[in-house]
Nanobody, 124 residues
């Protein structure tokens, strides 16, 4: 079965950087798209970025374009989210998701598989 394990969260000062990792297993189809979402307290889960394993094609939310970068290491079956110029409003739990058929990359409902999440706290 599909398993996703996030890591790399923590406390960082505003303007700093973090790199999140998502180690994936059980992904047997090249159609998979991997996405990063976040959820702040009292808010809905928000799409950030997605990447297709087979082609490296990416999609970003406008709110993080230019600050966040999604990438993969296919040899390690790992997806990364490099986050730069962090702001207090980036504070949230960050989740990695797997979208099996690669449809509607920004929609949470298209991702049946999720990791447990990793907390990112940005102090101002």
């Amino acid at each position: 079965q599909v398993q996703l394990v996030e890591s790399g969260g923590g406390l960082v000062q505003a303007g700093g950087s973090l790199r999140l990792s998502c180690a994936a297993s059980g992904l047997t189809f090249s159609t998979y798209v991997m996405g990063w979402f976040r959820q702040a307290p009292g808010k809905e889960r928000e799409f950030l970025a997605a990447i297709k394993w087979s082609t490296g094609s990416t999609l970003y939310a406008d709110s993080v374009k230019g600050r966040f970068t999604i990438s993969t290491d296919n040899a390690k079956n790992t997806v990364y989210l490099q986050m730069n110029s962090l702001k207090a409003e980036d504070t949230a739990v960050y989740y990695c998701g797997a979208n099996r058929w690669g449809r509607r990359w920004s929609l949470e409902s298209e991702y049946p598989y999720w990791g447990q999440g990793t907390q990112v706290t940005v102090s101002s």
